[in-house]
């Protein structure tokens, strides 16, 4: 049997602040030196999700394709800002944002319309209850993949230049002299998610599911969004991630498959 939603007040999430800058305290006092961005961070979430909030309610009140194609791009163009950051090493031109933007579009973009289209079917397809959360999940998850394994590509082929430019020399062709590096790079980005799956409801109850449990929504229907959902992020980080290490060691190789390392440069994150 499941109960109301129980409303949270401002006085509420004040105490949950507070244990945020206790820790962020002791961390500054046993010289961790996390505790400015443990504060920046906590800062930014209740911005950001304010904000959020603010424009998901005003946009499910006035549910419009062109507001949520909008909304949409605008979380596509963050996402592939934050894939950027996240390089220790990047690509350098616009390849640095588009590479990962143009692959989480691609992966990202085709599940959740499949899913839309095919599997859960609302009316209007677009409707931004749907819509939305299903793209924002996929995307934040997608980006995590994407970014860490192109930081994985870079970083490795910068570290073993030597050993690609041998095997070049030795007749190997780009996509063979670079294949060990774009295998542990693909697996990097995907490894995150299948663990997720193998400890879901095991080690750990997963955010979407637990959010509609908490909004008195039957637990094994709440069980069949989590799975859903945590099928298509695979899928949308696996192919994404495939699409970014592909596209991202081609880059690092010019028409005459030389190693053009000169193409990456030091990333900002």
């Not at 997608?142 to 930081?151: E, K």
Request: hydrophobic share 55%.
């Amino acid at each position: 049997m499941t109960g109301e939603l129980i409303h949270l007040t401002p006085w509420d999430l004040a105490i949950a602040g507070v244990l945020v800058v206790l820790l962020a305290a002791l961390s500054h006092w046993t010289r961790l030196g996390v505790a400015k961005p443990l504060l920046v961070a906590a800062m930014r979430t209740v911005v950001q999700l304010a904000l959020v909030g603010l424009v998901l309610q005003a946009l499910f009140a006035h549910a419009t394709l062109y507001w949520v194609v909008l909304m949409s791009v605008v979380m596509l163009a963050v996402a592939g800002r934050e894939v950027m950051a996240r390089q220790k090493r990047r690509m350098a031109g616009w390849w640095g944002y588009g590479l990962g933007t143009a692959a989480m579009f691609v992966s990202s973009f085709v599940t959740m319309l499949l899913a839309l289209t095919v599997i859960v079917q609302p009316t209007p397809i677009w409707q931004p209850q749907y819509a939305i959360p299903i793209l924002g999940m996929i995307l934040g998850n997608t980006m995590t993949g994407i970014a860490l394994s192109l930081d994985r590509l870079n970083d490795s082929a910068w570290q073993q230049r030597p050993v690609i430019e041998a095997r070049l020399m030795l007749g190997e062709p780009w996509w063979s002299a670079i294949e060990e590096i774009r295998r542990d790079s693909m697996r990097s980005g995907m490894i995150p998610m299948i663990n997720a799956m193998a400890a879901a409801g095991l080690v750990s109850l997963p955010g979407m599911m637990t959010g509609q449990i908490l909004a008195g929504a039957p637990p094994m229907e709440a069980v069949k969004y989590q799975i859903l959902i945590m099928f298509l992020i695979t899928v949308g980080t696996g192919f994404g991630t495939l699409l970014a290490v592909w596209f991202g060691a081609r880059r690092l190789f010019d028409e005459r498959e030389r190693l053009r390392l000169d193409r990456l440069k030091p990333g900002r994150g």
